[in-house]
């Protein structure tokens, strides 16, 4: 419910601000407006819900452990690509693995897709909603599977609690 006033607050806003007045009259056609676009087009904006969503309070504590896992992925993945640009490590094993989207929800597909093409030595190639997946390629895919699980215990571990 919440998501919905403030979804409804902010298209108001951006309609007074298109219009360039706040006068009342504008402001309450604003409001119906906003009002029948959310009803009209809930399931896009707002997607499924998750069973249970957490509380501000439980995902700004759990945002902190989220941003120094993401940091940490990413110091990983750059050491990695240094050692094989610098011809430390052999490039084995390039690769596209598909990894399960599972109980996320649209936002929590976007955050683990950005969070993993921040990681140098991994990118989102696509997302195929027909099957479920997300197209990930990665420096080291000679263990699909242990790729799959890196991304699924990040998912488990740090963001389902802040972006599910």
């Known amino acids: 419910m919440i ?4 979804a409804m607050v902010l298209l108001t806003i951006t309609y007074a601000f298109v219009l360039g007045s706040f006068h009342p ?3 309450s056609i604003g409001v119906i407006i906003s009002g029948a676009l959310l009803l009209a087009f809930r399931r896009f904006v707002f997607g499924e819900m998750p069973a249970r969503t957490p509380g501000m309070l439980e995902r700004i504590v759990a945002f902190v452990p989220f941003t120094a896992a993401a940091v940490w992925n990413i110091v990983t993945g750059t050491w990695e ?13 390039p690769g596209i693995v598909a990894v399960p989207i599972g109980e996320r929800t649209p936002t929590g ?22 099957r479920d997946v997300m197209l990930i390629h990665s420096i080291n895919a000679s263990d699909p599977d242990a790729v799959r699980e890196s991304h699924q215990e990040f998912y488990r571990r740090y963001q389902r609690r802040v972006f599910p």
């Open 25 to 27: 009259w504008d402001l």
């Open 81 to 93: 690509v240094a050692l094989v640009t610098l011809h430390i490590r052999r490039l084995s094993a």
């Open 109 to 130: 597909v976007a955050v683990s897709s950005l969070t993993t093409t921040l990681s140098p030595g991994t990118f989102l190639v696509d997302v195929d909603h027909e």
């Open 3 to 6: 998501r919905y006033v403030l």
